[in-house]
């Protein structure tokens, strides 16, 4: 159950949009972040009931020699196996829920009313209802193209094949209630994210 009088606002878009470097510039500004791969990584920590979890369902192969998860071996199981990858995602997201809101509650106990939850697949994994509403980081097609090239270091059509395995930001837009066009420079995107701060956050939930 979430607490009143906090706002949660699910940060999503495609890969190479800069999400990352959006959610610092709220992050700096106040707001409290909580990243979803991150509390993806801390659901299957060793010990963890997450992981626990995982191997009785997929075997204690899927464990490093450590004790950790292995999760290129983990991978190899769910990436061609849709039901295998249903039964992973099964124990995963009340995992990531319940971290999610257990990092919620603690910021409204310290008088926190606004947190971003920075999550990539917000809208595939039809998860939106942990959230009060979506913002959507988008950028042109051949910005997204390039910053992906450069950042992953691929060529041209490994780029594309990548970005057209996602849904498309033009799709993803659809579900924004506040979209951020991260197309132009830092200096521009940051003048927009001041922009949205005052109108949204400010302005509007004082």
């Known amino acids: 159950m979430r607490p009143d009088g906090i706002r949660v606002i699910g940060l999503t878009g495609g890969i190479a949009t800069g999400k990352s470097s959006v959610a610092r ?8 972040v909580i ?3 991150q509390l993806a990584r ?21 464990l490093a020699p450590d004790g950790s998860l ?8 769910v990436f061609s196996d849709s039901a295998r990858r249903s039964q992973l995602e099964g124990i995963l997201h009340p995992e990531i829920k319940r971290l999610a809101e257990e990092r919620i509650t ?20 039809g998860v939106t209802d942990r959230v009060d ?21 691929i060529s041209r059509e490994q780029a594309q ?13 659809k579900y924004g209630r506040v979209v951020i066009d991260n197309s132009g420079t830092p200096a521009e995107t940051n003048n ?10 400010e302005g509007v939930h004082e």
């Not at 292995?70 to 199981?77: M, S, T, V």
């Open 133 to 153: 509403e979506v913002w959507v980081v988008t950028v042109r097609p051949d910005v997204q193209l390039q910053r992906l090239m450069l950042r992953a270091g």
């Open 161 to 173: 094949r990548i970005i057209d395995s996602q849904m498309p930001l033009s799709e993803k837009e």
């Open 35 to 37: 990243d979803a791969d």
């Open 70 to 77: 292995d999760r290129k071996r983990l991978g190899e199981l």
């Open 106 to 125: 603690r910021a409204s106990a310290t008088g926190q009313r606004v947190v971003f939850y920075v999550a990539p697949l917000l809208v595939e994994a």
């Open 42 to 62: 801390e659901a299957v920590e060793p010990d963890s009931h997450g992981l626990a979890e995982v191997v009785a369902a997929f075997g204690r192969g899927v």
């Open 25 to 32: 510039f709220f992050q700096a500004k106040g707001a409290l």
């Open 192 to 201: 927009r994210l001041a922009e949205i701060w005052s109108h949204e956050i």
